[in-house]
Every structure is written in structure tokens, then in C-alpha cells.
């Protein structure tokens, strides 16, 4: 007889592991309101760390063993799939708390917009958080960008057999050292260059725009956070426009360009292979798509005789354009804007941007510059065959990071994913509908949602229905983590249901 | 150390942990410059399809 492996172990185990360094998390926001002298703040987040770390420590104290533990890929991608609905739900009670939202479902809604970097929000005068709940909300951002399970592995003392499966299971499937645990410090090692970087660079441009020091600190770290982890966060309700500057636009603009690149892309550029920059399929297949769509919307505005000097067609229109590609979400206009200013052929370039969105293994969402550039190469390679001689074979070959066969199964897989985003977004579109909004007004939106960007025409206020907000907490997180992972933890809850 | 044999600073060997570490720092930072260039190149693409498109339609 068999021994069946313990399936709930290693699942128990990991989730324990991820909620217990998500609820030691909080103790940086609580840091930040003590220093501020935010008391509730501080006593909402010491709470919240005292519940994570008890629900998360038990399972790891009850199920660690001393030898290594076993993960076969249903429990790996079911524990990266499960964290992240555990995790929503733990990290939204200092949101909850702090009285910045109307019901725990608008908080769970924006904690799993941040944990997704899409950006979409439900808070209650955003103007006026305290700092420690800006914080808060700008790390779930910044961690959802790197992945929790990736941060969770990063503090794993050695590489465990099984843990590959749960970096993949939160769709990320690029290894940049020989295990995942190694893979996922060097994620963290890149994020916090940049965080370095980027942190100073916004401060300072935040100083020359008139902001106090310790504000422009504060704004340049939560902007920075948002827009590496292309997430659309932001301390104010005017997001980006608030700032009224184009230095802080094109900081922006960089850096969230820069986040929406693939980690193996950043590891090969800063191990000194800057090559790969200019020949890399995702960058190439980004500069192509960018390129067209700007081309597009330009047109949508030339012919609606709107910002017709080249200045305010690049702050309105190519940075929200650029925003939505790069599935960041920041804003230099009005939500409504997009309803009245921008045209049919706008949106659509806009529409087709967020779906499309920014790279793979990146802090990206949409189904990404590599799935497109796969496609491509099928289609090129199917005609190319069809136009060839019987007998001769022909190999698509690209560019990723080294030069890969287009083989079948790349071709199977992108076609997957996409099919998935695509059925997502008109899964969302059609509960829009339902519940009685414009066709534009649920396409834009759920193409937001189902891209992971957090651009919004205006449909997402606490007031909009308890069935569309679920419908897009759920549309985020199954798009965030590429569906697959979602799936396996469904089928299994399912199979388990079935049999009692 | 160049083909030539000559050296900025001679006393200090190239394959001591120090110089190592200093050259990776420096592939590093230029790594984050080159990236940088790349957005900014990105945005140079985006403001040129702006302008010609509006030259273009003679605005």
C-alpha cells in the first residue's frame, strides 16, 4: 500500500510562513506612525502584526519538520494561490481599523488591488490618511510587485525541493540563480537598488516643486513603491496631477518603465549585459506595441482637435497611455476625462494597452509583451511554413535573454494564458453590464482590472455593487497570478467538497 | 589594467576582493544607468510620435 502525501502539510505550512512575515510587515507602517505620532494608527498596526503573526506562526510551529519538506507542484501552486486569499484577508484589518473604509469588502478589495499592483482604490478622503496607513498601502503594493511568496522564499534558510513550484504558482517562471530561493533574493536585491534610487530621485525633484523635506521623503518613497511595482497608488486623489509638474511625470515615467521589465532582463543588464536591452524580444515587442498604440490615440485627439501642442498631448495622452501599457495606473487626468475628452479610437488604443500590459516575471500584469511576441512568431512561422517548400522544416527562433526555439509548447502555453485573460475581461465586462453601466465604462474598467492597472473611467466607488467588486477582487487575482495556480486550488477545494 | 600592461593603480591587484567587489558595484550602477537610458529612450519615441503626428495634421 501506498502512503498518500500530505497534501494540507506543506500547503498549511508555506501559507503560515507568507502571513507570518506579512504580519511582521506591519511593523514598518506602525514604525512610521509612532515617529508621526499617529497613535491609533500605531496601536491598529501592532494589532493587525499580533493577529497575522498568531494565525500564521501556529501552522508553521504545528507543521515544521525537520526534514525537508516535500512540495509536488499541486501544493506549491495551490499554497501560492491560497496565500495570497489569506493574505487579503489579514492585511485588510488595518484598513479595516483605521475607519478609512465603509466595509471590510472595500478594504479586502483594496488590499488585493495593491498585493495585484493594479492600484484600483475604495478608501474614504485618500487626501487625508493618516501616514502610517499610506505607508501600509503603498508596501502591500510594493511586496504584491516582487510576489509574497517570493518574499516568504527569500527568507528560506536553504533552497527547499518544492519551492520553484510556488515561485511559479505566483507567475513568475524565470530562474535568475539555481534555486528559487536564491532567485527570489536577487528579486529583492534589484527592487531595493532602485527603491534606493528612485526614493532619492523623487525627493529631490519633490523638493524643487516646492514640497517640505519630510514630505517630499514620504511622497518620493510611497511614489516610488507604486510605480516600481507599476501599481498606480498614490497619496492623493489626483494621483500624479496633484504635483502639477512634468519633472515628477517623467520620474515617474522612468521608473515605471523600468518596473515593468522582466527580472531576468534587469539581472542579465546589471551583471553587465546592457545588450540585452536593445535585443531583448519583450523590449523590442513593447517598443513596437507602444509605438503603434501612441500612434493610434494620437490620432483619436487629432481628430477630436483636443491638446494639440505636443506638450500636453504627451502629458495627457502618452503618459496615461504609457501608464495603462506599463499596467502602472498613475493619472495626469480625471477619471471622467477618459469618458468625455477621450474618443472611441482612444480608448481603444488605450483598452488594447492594458491588456497587453508589460513584461513577463516582472511586477507587470496584462498577458505580456513576451506572450505577444510569441504569437507573433507562431503566426510568422505558421505562414512562413505554409509558404515553404513540404519538406523543408521551419524554426522560429527569438531573442530572450539567450536565443530560444519558438517550440510548440511556448506557443500552447502563451495561447493559454491569453485565452484566460481574454475570457477573464468579458467575464467582467458582462457583470458591468449587469449591474446597468455603459458598455465603454465596464470595458475600460475591466480591462483595468483584468490588466492589473488601476487606470479607472470613474465606475470604481464604494458605491458601485458588492457582486462587481467581487467579481474584480477576483478578476485581479486570478490575472495577477496567471490563472493557472488559481485553478489547481479550485479544483482541488472542489474535489475535497465533492468527497465529504 | 590595460593591454599594455599599465595600470591606474599598481598596487592594488585585480583580483583581490576589494577590486572584485568595486568592479561589480560599478557594473551594477551602470547596469541601472543603462536601464534609465532605455525608459528615457522609450519616452524620446513617444514624444516623437507626438510631435510628428501633429506636424503631420499641420497642428
Excluded at chain 2, 595600470?7 to 534609465?36: C, K, M, N, Q
Aim: proline share 3%; aromatic share 12%; charged share 10%.
Amino acid at each position: 500500500m501506498t502512503a498518500t502525501r500530505p497534501f494540507w502539510r506543506p500547503v498549511g505550512y508555506y501559507a503560515g510562513l507568507t502571513l507570518l512575515i506579512l504580519g511582521s510587515l506591519q511593523l514598518l507602517p506602525c514604525l512610521v506612525s509612532v515617529v508621526c505620532r499617529e497613535w491609533n494608527m500605531a496601536l491598529v498596526f501592532l494589532l493587525g502584526t499580533g493577529v497575522s503573526v498568531l494565525l500564521g506562526g501556529v501552522p508553521v510551529l504545528l507543521l515544521h519538520q525537520d526534514q525537508p519538506m516535500r512540495v509536488g507542484w499541486r501544493e506549491g501552486l495551490a499554497a501560492a494561490a491560497g496565500s495570497w486569499l489569506l493574505g487579503m484577508l489579514l492585511c485588510a484589518l488595518p484598513y479595516w481599523l483605521s475607519g478609512s473604509y465603509l466595509s471590510y469588502l472595500d478594504a479586502c478589495f483594496d488590499v488585493m488591488s495593491g498585493f495585484t499592483t493594479t492600484g484600483l482604490t475604495l478608501v474614504q478622503d485618500l487626501d487625508h490618511l493618516s501616514n502610517g496607513l499610506n505607508t501600509w498601502r503603498h508596501l502591500v503594493t510594493f511586496v504584491g510587485g516582487q510576489g509574497m511568496v517570493v518574499l516568504a522564499l527569500s527568507f528560506l534558510a536553504g533552497g527547499s525541493g518544492g519551492a520553484y513550484t510556488m515561485y511559479v504558482g505566483e507567475g513568475k517562471d524565470e530562474r535568475l540563480a539555481p534555486n528559487a530561493t536564491h532567485t527570489s533574493r536577487y528579486i529583492w536585491r534589484i527592487s531595493l537598488i532602485y527603491l534606493l534610487v528612485g526614493t532619492v530621485a523623487l525627493w529631490l525633484v519633490g523638493l524643487r516643486i516646492g514640497l517640505s523635506w519630510d514630505r517630499s521623503l514620504l511622497h518620493g518613497l510611497w511614489i516610488f513603491m507604486s510605480a516600481w511595482s507599476t501599481g498606480g497608488f498614490a497619496p492623493m486623489s489626483q494621483n500624479i496631477l496633484y504635483y502639477h509638474s512634468s519633472a515628477y511625470e517623467l520620474a515617474t515615467l522612468v521608473f515605471f518603465i523600468i518596473g515593468s521589465f522582466n527580472f531576468a532582463l534587469h539581472h542579465a543588464v546589471l551583471q553587465g549585459n546592457r545588450k540585452e536591452l536593445r535585443r531583448n524580444v519583450e523590449t523590442i515587442s513593447m517598443t513596437v506595441t507602444m509605438t503603434l498604440l501612441t500612434l493610434i490615440a494620437t490620432l483619436g485627439f487629432i481628430r477630436a482637435n483636443l491638446y494639440t501642442d505636443v506638450a500636453a498631448l504627451f502629458r495627457k495622452v502618452f503618459y496615461q497611455l504609457i501608464s495603462g501599457h506599463t499596467t502602472t495606473g498613475f493619472m495626469t487626468v480625471y477619471a471622467r476625462q477618459f469618458r468625455t475628452d477621450w474618443g472611441d479610437l482612444a480608448l481603444f488604443a488605450m483598452t488594447v494597452a492594458m491588456l497587453v500590459g508589460g513584461s513577463a516575471c516582472s511586477t507587470a500584469g496584462g498577458f505580456k509583451g513576451l506572450r505577444v511576441a510569441v504569437l507573433f512568431g507562431a503566426f510568422r512561422k505558421t505562414l512562413r511554413q505554409a509558404s515553404a517548400a513540404e519538406s523543408r522544416l521551419i524554426v522560429q527562433k527569438y531573442h530572450h535573454i539567450r536565443d530560444l526555439v519558438l517550440e510548440d509548447g511556448t506557443i500552447q502555453s502563451a495561447f493559454l494564458i491569453v485565452t484566460c485573460y481574454m475570457i477573464t475581461y468579458a467575464v467582467a465586462t458582462l457583470v458591468g453590464l449587469l449591474c446597468g453601466y455603459p458598455f465603454v465604462d465596464a470595458s475600460f474598467e475591466a480591462a483595468s482590472v483584468t490588466g492589473n492597472v488601476g487606470l479607472s473611467i470613474g465606475l470604481t466607488t464604494p458605491a458601485m455593487p458588492a457582486i462587481l467588486k467581487v467579481t474584480y477582487i477576483l478578476s485581479m487575482w486570478m490575472a495577477r497570478l496567471e490563472f493557472i495556480s488559481v485553478f489547481v486550488l479550485v479544483a482541488i477545494l472542489a474535489r475535497k467538497a465533492v468527497k465529504r | 589594467m590595460t593591454t599594455n600592461g599599465w595600470h591606474p593603480f599598481p598596487s592594488l591587484d585585480p583580483r583581490s576582493p576589494a577590486v572584485i567587489r568595486l568592479r561589480r558595484y560599478l557594473t551594477t550602477v551602470r547596469g541601472v544607468l543603462a536601464e534609465i537610458l532605455f525608459a528615457l529612450f522609450l519616452v524620446g519615441i513617444g514624444w516623437l510620435v507626438s510631435f510628428v503626428c501633429l506636424g503631420v495634421a499641420g497642428k
